[in-house]
């Protein structure tokens, strides 16, 4: 899957989450001012409404249950590691996490997918954060990712281990704007060495020799990623369907991300022979490739997401559902992911 493509859209789906998440009240106590009166001052009432909506701004601490659903393509290799095929395949990402009404907060998320043989959980990550949640008219916050992935995968993973975020959001006016900026990075090296022991007959002495040929291809890969992404929301709330401690909120969201990228590759091989008589071996061949791809700063995506929320009581849950259009791609431009989220709130 597109390195930027998982970026832009999860910096998008961080600010949102934290966004949401820390602005749930753990009740609604029931108040009957909210109903409709013709008897009651209008203008009183849209202050108590105010004062509410500060209520369900008010940051709580919160444990989070999260589960994601999206699509991507992966180039697996085949058995004589030669070829690449590209095939579209279903991820599943959970993630559970923990966030504190004071700011810190730690998130632990995986990424799943049928490899042919099994559901293979390639990938993991972990994920801690401060919040700065205490002021009414905005939030921010910043946090570091550590990305974690198996080793001999029969698909091709980008070398990004690390990542870093912060995210800015005004919520006092009625569209609420945001900006984030992630920063990604990493490298990885990998070594494959294969023996081949060939026996070859000598005639003149009418005896076998063996020979031993070691070949070794040293593969080194490193990325860095930049992006930034502006963010425009806004809130529509349901008060008392069911009950006089449950709400309905929804969210749509549109975002619109640029970046740059900057990805190295550089693969040596070399190929000796040994010999019983030749301990210091024979040099058949080698060779060394090299590729450095550069992007420029430029628009990446345009996200558009819709977020419903429930809240009863202390119990929340929010399905989501994101549309991402990825401009640098002119095949696979459009990406769908489906996510829900549940929690408790104390």
Same mark, same amino acid.
């Given at each position: ?74 180039? *697996? ?52 954060? *401060? ?14 990712? $550590? ?27 009625? #569209? ?29 002495? #009418?005896? $076998? ?31 008392? @369907? ?7 909120? #929804? ?25 019983? $008589? ?27 997401? @819709? ?15 994101? #549309? ?21 709130? *104390?």
């Amino acid at each position: 899957m597109h390195l930027k493509k998982i970026i832009t859209i999860a910096g998008c789906l961080l600010m949102g989450l934290v966004a949401d998440c820390q602005t749930t009240p753990p009740e609604i106590a029931a108040d009957s001012s909210l109903a409709m009166d013709t008897s009651m001052d209008f203008d009183d009432l849209l202050d108590e409404f105010d004062s509410f909506i500060d209520s369900l701004q008010s940051p709580r601490s919160y444990f989070l249950v999260n589960g994601a659903l999206s699509y991507g393509y992966y180039d *697996f290799s085949s058995n004589n590691n030669t070829d690449l095929s590209t095939f579209k395949k279903t991820i599943i990402s959970p993630a559970l996490g923990y966030y504190h009404k004071k700011g810190p907060g730690i998130t632990i998320a995986g990424s799943m997918i049928d490899d042919g043989k099994q559901e293979n959980l390639y990938q993991y990550s972990v994920t801690p954060s *401060f919040d700065f949640i205490q002021q009414q008219n905005w939030i921010g916050g910043f946090s570091y990712t $550590r990305y974690f992935t198996k080793d001999s995968l029969p698909f091709y993973t980008t070398p990004l281990q690390n990542q870093v975020n912060g995210y800015f959001i005004y919520r006092k006016s009625w #569209l609420q704007p945001g900006l984030s900026a992630q920063y990604g990075w990493g490298s990885r090296t990998d070594l494959e060495k294969r023996k081949k022991f060939i026996r070859i007959k000598r005639i003149r002495r #009418l005896r $076998r020799l063996g020979i031993l040929v070691t070949t070794t291809t040293v593969t080194d890969e490193n990325i860095a990623d930049f992006s930034v992404t502006g963010s425009v929301r806004h809130n529509f709330y349901w008060l008392h @369907l069911f009950s006089q401690k449950d709400y309905l909120r #929804l969210t749509p969201v549109l975002c619109f991300s640029a970046g740059t990228q900057q990805y190295g590759f550089n693969q040596q091989t070399g190929t000796v022979a040994f010999t019983a $008589r030749n301990t210091g071996g024979t040099v058949l061949s080698s060779g060394n490739s090299n590729l450095d791809d550069k992007m420029k700063f430029q628009p990446l995506s345009l996200t558009l997401s @819709l977020k419903p929320e429930y809240s009863i009581g202390k119990f929340f849950i929010q399905p989501q559902v994101i #549309l991402d259009y990825y401009f640098p791609d002119a095949g696979k431009q459009l990406t769908l992911l489906y996510s829900i989220n549940a929690g408790l709130m *104390f």
